[in-house]
């Protein structure tokens, strides 16, 4: 009789089992990592819009703050369309990394917005379900119109 090669049934589950084991630990691990970094990419992307609100309203003083975010998105770089930030935040309401950015100018007083929402700050809110709208983070408008 021939010896037969190979591995039995029983140990083909156990190293199934172990593979299952190692999965479950790391996967968990995995998905918050991913969700860390799409922070950190919203975070950034907020610190982004920060110096472009203030570039733009360095660079078009008789307007203020822009009324909108493509105004500061893609274009030849005048005041009504900047070109400071790139087509993906320079959208209505961008997505990026899975979270969409609102922005709300305050009103235009004589035409020339002073703060961005009046309180000489803007905040960036993150849609997280149709419902639910939080706020990520806030920055400060460091530069006010003379």
Not at 31 to 60: D, H, I, P
Not at 104 to 109: D, R, S
Not at 114 to 131: E, I, M, Q, Y
């Amino acid at each position: 009789m021939k010896k037969q090669k190979g591995f039995s049934l029983i140990e083909l589950l156990i190293v199934v089992a172990i593979i299952l084991i190692i999965a479950a630990i790391a996967i968990p691990n995995l998905l918050k990592s991913r969700m860390a970094a799409n922070e950190s990419s919203a975070v950034g992307s907020l610190r982004t819009y920060n110096t472009a609100f203030v570039t733009y309203a360095a660079q078009c003083p008789a307007l203020g703050f822009p009324k909108d975010l493509p105004t500061i998105g893609p274009g030849i770089g005048d005041c009504t369309a900047a070109n400071i930030v790139d087509n993906v935040l320079g959208l209505a309401a961008p997505v990026k990394s899975g979270y969409t950015f609102v922005y709300t100018p305050a009103a235009a007083i004589n035409g020339v917005i002073f703060t961005c929402d009046g309180r000489h700050h803007w905040s960036a809110h993150v849609l997280l379900g149709p419902d639910r709208c939080d706020s990520l983070r806030s920055f400060r408008c460091w530069l006010r119109r003379r």
